[in-house]
Each structure stands twice: as structure tokens, then as C-alpha cells.
């Protein structure tokens, strides 16, 4: 995203907001005190979902002209929902950017509905057998990080994000049946991925 | 209930997603069945290995004057009337919620004195920056920190392998009466825990009841009355409260 600087140009703020008339200020101003409140979490969506902090901050900015500009069809209720919902399409059309073309989001929508009867590997071994040691921020983050994205952004929306199955759904765009299944999927790669970095310690 | 659907709804019972005749079904089976009782173990275990940290980012200020910037300025005008509309708003959400408590005040207005005072308590926490007056994650300095302060000597167990961290403790008064406050935190909640000698006629059972959207767990151990505020979700704050009971 970084490529395309044209995108935090000034002049395309101007196109979408018209300063001067009263119903725009009006606008904004409800926008500015019901949005911005969020921008912690939809800065940390981004985070998650590109791994880049330039490209997380050129995105949650793309996020706040566009949730503004289509601010009248915002139909009330929690905002910070509708607000990730269009931080997610602007990091997908980024990867569509990358050339990782949404294949591989589409490619798990098939996947996820063949839940594992056994969530953990053999190799991981009874989940009771020892508990988790507990990892930094910072390698916890990590390993969050890099979980397949359909299950790394349900499982950001939810541990991270405080969202309700409901609400991921509404952001992901599928059913709560495929929230949950993605959240268990998740959680049981994250689980490997922790177990190893212990054994690494 | 099929072990193919329960091993996913474990984890919708982990987040506290279900109703209460599903979380029943779904617990019942857990019980039977070692493959899915083993999953709601992970999965809680995963989501408290999760909340010791807070893994959130926050938005560089670089950023967020960005975007401010490229906002239209608010006309002072504008301004104070959107903030009176707020304020109007305001007072008819107090309105209503202050007339909700004047029909409970007539079965228990004792009891319900103390839940809305505990209910301010959790809020001047929250707004005041006033959390703690002993500032500290370590059980060790809180505990003996309410001693001559008190005359209880309140439980402060550290649960942060459980993924609720001790944050402090400050002396707070329901009703009337002093109490020990100990506030712990998950991701972005702040749970105060009051300790009282006697604070309602509360049993030893723990009950959870919904205070102006506040989520109030109370039970009673060793002769002390505990009453926990969190806008935490239900499922995550009883989880508090066995952990906080058994340890404590």
C-alpha cells in the first residue's frame, strides 16, 4: 500500500467531504465522536491482518475516509463492527495488491466446513497433559500472526477484538456456524504453534 | 448431542456464547465424554494463555492526527449543541435507569442500595483514573496493604496463569460500609471485587444478576461477602469467581 502514496493524497479527501455545509459538519461530527473512538482496535485488525505497520496505518486511514464518506448507510448500533468490516475489504483489496489474490479466503470457506473430529495432532498429545507456559506480548503476537488468515482474523476479532460470534460473522461475511468452526480450527493451530515455541525456550 | 457438533460448541461454550439450556446440553456432554472435555479445557486454557497479555496495537499519534486532519473542522456552534444533545440524551438514559431501581427499591432497598453503590464504585474506578491506592500485581504487597486499614483480611489470590491480572486494591465504602476492593483486569475489563463482612443477604452460592448492564457475581466464603462488577461477559466472570474462590 505503501506503493500507492496517491492514496493519502489530499486531494481525495476533498471528493468525499464537501467542508462548509452544515449537514456535512453535522455528519462528521457524529461520525468523529461514534468512530474514532475505535481507531485502537481498527489500527490493531490491521496489524494482524497485513503484518506491516505502515501498511496497518495506511490502511486504518483508507478505513476512516471510506467508513465516512458511506457513513449514511450506517444503520446504528455497535459501530466498531461495521467500522472492521470495511477495514477488512480494505486489507483485501491490499493482498489483491500483493498478488495474493482472495483465493486463499475463499479456498477455507470449503475447508473449514471438514472440522477435524480431533482438533489437536496426535503429536500434540492430551491438551490436560500440561498446561500452557505462559509467552511475552510480543511472542504471543507473533504466533498469532502466522496463523492461516481465515482463522487468524476470527480469532483477532475475538480474543483481541472482544467481538460476539454475531458481530465476527457480520464482519466476515459468513455464518456464525463458520465463526465457530474457524475459532476452534484456530485455536488448535495456535495451540501447536505455542507448544512448539515452549519446546524452543 | 452428536460429539462432532459438541467439540466445535465447546468453544462457543468457552467464549459464553450459548444460552443457557445449550451451555447445560453442551457442559453435560463434556462431563461423558473425555475427547470434548479435554477440548474445553484447551480451549479455556487457550484463551487465558491469550489474556495475560494485552495483544492489542495502539494507533500511532502520528496516525490518529492524521485522520483528525482530515476531517471538516467543527464549528463551535455545532459543537456545543451536539454536546448538549448529548448531555439531554443523557439524563433521559439516567432517567430511565433511576426509575428501574425505584421499582426494585421496594422488594430489597437495602440490598439494592449496595448493588447501585457497588455499581458507582466500579464506574468512579473506571473514570477517575482512581482505580488502586496500592498499585501492584503482586498478592504479596496488596494483601497486607489493607492491614489497620480494614478489619478484614481480604483474599488476594494472583490468577494470572488463570489470564486475570491483580492490578491493585483501594478502600471503598457500600452502604455505609468499608470494604476492600481489589480490581484485577482481562484484555480491556476491569473486574473490582468487593470484600465485606456482611454485604446483603447474600448466600454462599455464587449469583449472577445484570445491574445496569453490569454483570454482578456474589457469594460468600470464609465469613467474608464478595460482590464482583465487570462488564466482563457472564461465562468469563464465573469463571473468575471459581478461580478466585479457590484459590483465596
Known amino acids: 500500500?505503501?506503493?500507492?502514496?496517491?492514496?493519502?493524497?489530499?486531494?481525495?479527501?476533498?471528493?468525499?467531504?464537501?467542508?462548509?455545509?452544515?449537514?456535512?459538519?453535522?455528519?462528521?461530527?457524529?461520525?468523529?465522536?461514534?468512530?474514532?473512538?475505535?481507531?485502537?482496535?481498527?489500527?490493531?485488525?490491521?496489524?494482524?491482518?497485513?503484518?506491516?505497520p505502515s501498511d496497518a496505518e495506511d490502511a486504518a486511514q483508507e478505513c476512516y475516509l471510506r467508513a465516512l464518506r458511506h457513513f449514511d448507510t450506517f444503520r446504528g448500533?455497535?459501530?466498531?463492527?461495521?467500522?472492521l468490516a470495511i477495514l477488512r475489504n480494505v486489507c483485501r483489496a491490499e493482498y489483491a495488491r500483493r498478488g495474493r489474490a482472495a483465493a486463499p479466503l475463499d479456498e477455507a470457506e470449503t475447508d473449514s466446513e471438514n472440522v477435524p473430529e480431533t482438533l489437536w495432532s496426535a503429536s500434540?498429545?492430551?491438551?490436560?497433559?500440561?498446561?500452557?507456559?505462559?509467552?511475552?506480548?510480543?511472542?504471543?503476537?507473533?504466533?498469532?500472526?502466522?496463523?492461516?488468515?481465515?482463522?487468524?482474523?476470527?480469532?483477532?476479532?475475538?480474543?483481541?477484538?472482544?467481538?460476539?460470534?454475531?458481530?465476527?460473522?457480520?464482519?466476515?461475511?459468513?455464518?456464525?456456524?463458520t465463526v465457530m468452526s474457524r475459532l476452534a480450527r484456530g485455536r488448535g493451530l495456535l495451540r501447536q504453534a505455542w507448544r512448539a515455541e515452549e519446546t524452543q525456550e | 448431542m452428536k460429539c462432532e457438533d459438541a467439540i466445535v460448541l465447546v468453544h462457543a461454550l468457552a467464549d459464553g456464547e450459548l444460552d443457557a439450556g445449550h451451555a447445560r446440553e453442551v457442559e453435560a456432554h463434556a462431563e461423558a465424554c473425555t475427547n470434548c472435555a479435554e477440548e474445553l479445557a484447551a480451549a479455556r486454557e487457550m484463551k487465558n494463555a491469550l489474556a495475560a497479555n494485552d495483544l492489542r496495537y495502539a494507533a500511532p499519534g502520528s496516525l490518529r492526527a492524521r485522520i483528525e486532519g482530515a476531517m471538516p473542522k467543527p464549528q463551535p456552534v455545532a459543537d456545543r449543541r451536539t454536546w448538549?444533545?448529548?448531555?439531554?440524551?443523557?439524563?433521559?438514559?439516567?432517567?430511565?435507569?433511576?426509575?428501574?431501581?425505584?421499582?426494585?427499591?421496594?422488594?430489597?432497598?437495602?440490598?439494592?442500595?449496595?448493588?447501585?453503590?457497588?455499581?458507582?464504585?466500579?464506574l468512579r474506578s473506571l473514570?477517575?483514573?482512581?482505580?488502586?491506592?496500592?498499585?501492584?500485581?503482586?498478592?504479596?504487597?496488596?494483601?497486607?496493604?489493607?492491614?489497620?486499614?480494614?478489619?478484614?483480611a481480604p483474599p488476594v489470590p494472583d490468577l494470572t496463569a488463570q489470564g486475570f491480572t491483580l492490578i491493585g486494591g483501594r478502600l471503598d465504602f457500600l452502604d455505609g460500609q468499608p470494604v476492600a476492593a481489589l480490581v484485577y483486569r482481562r484484555?480491556?475489563?476491569?473486574?473490582?471485587?468487593?470484600?465485606?463482612?456482611?454485604?446483603?443477604?447474600?448466600?454462599?452460592?455464587?449469583?449472577?444478576?445484570?445491574?445496569?448492564?453490569?454483570?454482578v457475581l456474589r457469594w460468600r466464603k470464609g465469613g467474608l461477602s464478595m460482590i464482583a462488577v465487570s462488564d466482563l461477559n457472564r461465562e468469563e466472570l464465573q469463571e473468575f469467581e471459581t478461580k478466585f474462590a479457590a484459590a483465596g
Open chain 1, 1 to 52: 500500500m505503501t506503493a500507492h502514496p496517491s492514496m493519502l493524497q489530499k486531494g481525495r479527501f476533498s471528493d468525499a467531504i464537501s467542508p462548509g455545509t452544515t449537514p456535512d459538519e453535522n455528519k462528521a461530527e457524529r461520525f468523529r465522536a461514534l468512530a474514532l473512538p475505535h481507531l485502537d482496535a481498527v489500527y490493531t485488525l490491521a496489524r494482524y491482518l497485513l503484518r506491516d
Open chain 1, 77 to 83: 448500533g455497535p459501530i466498531k463492527p461495521w467500522l
Open chain 1, 124 to 177: 500434540d498429545g492430551s491438551p490436560e497433559a500440561t498446561s500452557l507456559v505462559r509467552l511475552d506480548a510480543e511472542t504471543a503476537r507473533a504466533l498469532i500472526a502466522q496463523l492461516p488468515e481465515p482463522f487468524r482474523e476470527v480469532l483477532v476479532l475475538r480474543e483481541i477484538e472482544d467481538l460476539s460470534y454475531r458481530e465476527i460473522a457480520q464482519v466476515v461475511g459468513v455464518p456464525v456456524g
Open chain 2, 84 to 122: 448538549l444533545k448529548g448531555f439531554a440524551l443523557g439524563g433521559a438514559v439516567s432517567a430511565l435507569a433511576a426509575s428501574g431501581i425505584g421499582f426494585l427499591v421496594l422488594h430489597d432497598a437495602r440490598d439494592d442500595r449496595l448493588l447501585g453503590d457497588a455499581i458507582s464504585a466500579h
Open chain 2, 127 to 152: 473514570q477517575s483514573e482512581h482505580l488502586t491506592d496500592v498499585l501492584s500485581s503482586d498478592q504479596h504487597t496488596v494483601k497486607p496493604w489493607f492491614n489497620g486499614r480494614i478489619d478484614l
Open chain 2, 187 to 215: 484484555r480491556a475489563h476491569v473486574i473490582n471485587v468487593f470484600v465485606g463482612q456482611v454485604l446483603g443477604a447474600g448466600s454462599a452460592a455464587p449469583q449472577m444478576q445484570v445491574v445496569q448492564g453490569f454483570n
